[in-house]
């Protein structure tokens, strides 16, 4: 029996990943609150997602959005099954992305404070913790926006807004990504596309053995045999080389998510 290479073992399991790459799926959570403004246009970004990549929803509605929208009409639009389930907390690092479509003026200056006095809150700043992206449709949450100087909302005090505003730039500081309903999909997009990925915690990472290299010059070491985009996806930016071990495979989807950050990748010598 002739024997297998180990050249013909590498090209299998490359092939095998990049099979396994092709068929991949997203899981996006979908967090609704009580807002109306900018509320269809945000379902119909929403649509657009779907439309575009093989989307595993998960949808959460506070008791207010229940009250507000047909929330079992949205989870039959996106084919999702009825659940009377609560939230599940021990898979919300499974997310690829967090999506808050209308986040409410009450939800935001309550995420600014860490009140997290609901399950639907406290799983925001859950995934926050865990390093997910979280993108949130900013229009009815920001008080100096058209939606409600349409509503007749335009006379109060500079206090008020300015107050606004602080909730605002506070919770775009922990690392919610604000954007208008109509640019959600194309937000998404940039994330799910590798161009702004999920920031990685050191700590959890089993992969990583070191990040910075003694010139300016920031890099990072990958202990895995086999790179796929899943670990090149959450790297920062600012990551120029990515190390590799000698024999490692990387796939080619993890290869062009490396090249569109601008990140090089470095065999090492065994």
């Known amino acids: 029996m002739n024997q297998i290479s180990e050249e013909l073992i590498r090209k299998i399991i490359e092939k095998v990943i990049t099979a396994l790459e092709a068929d991949k799926k997203m899981k996006i959570t979908a967090v609704f609150t009580g807002g109306k403004i900018k509320f269809e246009e945000a379902l119909s970004q929403l649509k657009k997602i779907d439309n575009n990549y093989n989307i595993i929803w998960n949808f959460i509605?506070?008791?207010?959005?229940?009250?507000?929208?047909?929330?079992?009409?949205?989870?039959?639009?996106?084919?999702?099954?009825?659940?009377?389930?609560?939230i599940q907390f021990n898979t919300v690092n499974e997310n690829d992305l967090l999506l808050i479509p209308v986040l409410t003026r009450n939800t935001a200056a309550k995420l600014s404070a860490q009140f997290l006095d609901t399950c639907l809150l406290d799983y925001i700043f859950r995934s926050l913790m865990a390093s997910v992206p979280v993108v949130a449709a900013y229009d009815a949450a920001?008080?100096?926006?058209?939606?409600?100087?349409?509503?007749?909302?335009?006379?109060?005090?500079?206090?008020?807004?300015?107050?606004?505003?602080?909730?605002?730039?506070?919770?775009?500081?922990?690392?919610?990504?604000?954007?208008?309903?109509?640019?959600?999909?194309?937000?998404?997009?940039?994330?799910?596309?590798?161009?702004?990925?999920?920031?990685?915690?050191?700590?959890?990472?089993?992969?990583?053995?070191s990040s910075l290299d003694k010139s300016n010059t920031k890099s990072?070491?990958?202990?895995?045999?086999?790179?796929?985009?899943?670990?090149?996806?959450?790297?920062?930016?600012?990551?120029?080389?990515?190390?590799l071990k000698n024999n490692a495979i990387i796939t080619p989807y993890a290869r062009e998510v490396a090249e569109r950050k601008g990140m090089i990748i470095c065999l090492q010598q065994k």
């Open 61 to 86: 509605f506070s008791e207010s959005a229940k009250e507000i929208h047909n929330h079992n009409k949205i989870r039959c639009e996106f084919e999702q099954q009825i659940s009377q389930k609560p």
């Open 142 to 209: 920001d008080l100096t926006g058209e939606g409600w100087q349409k509503l007749g909302f335009n006379n109060y005090s500079d206090a008020i807004k300015i107050e606004n505003q602080r909730h605002l730039k506070k919770i775009k500081s922990y690392g919610i990504q604000l954007t208008a309903a109509d640019n959600l999909a194309e937000k998404s997009f940039s994330i799910l596309n590798g161009d702004n990925k999920k920031i990685v915690n050191k700590s959890n990472s089993q992969n990583i053995i």
């Open 220 to 243: 990072i070491h990958l202990d895995s045999k086999v790179i796929t985009y899943k670990d090149i996806n959450p790297l920062t930016d600012n990551i120029d080389k990515i190390y």
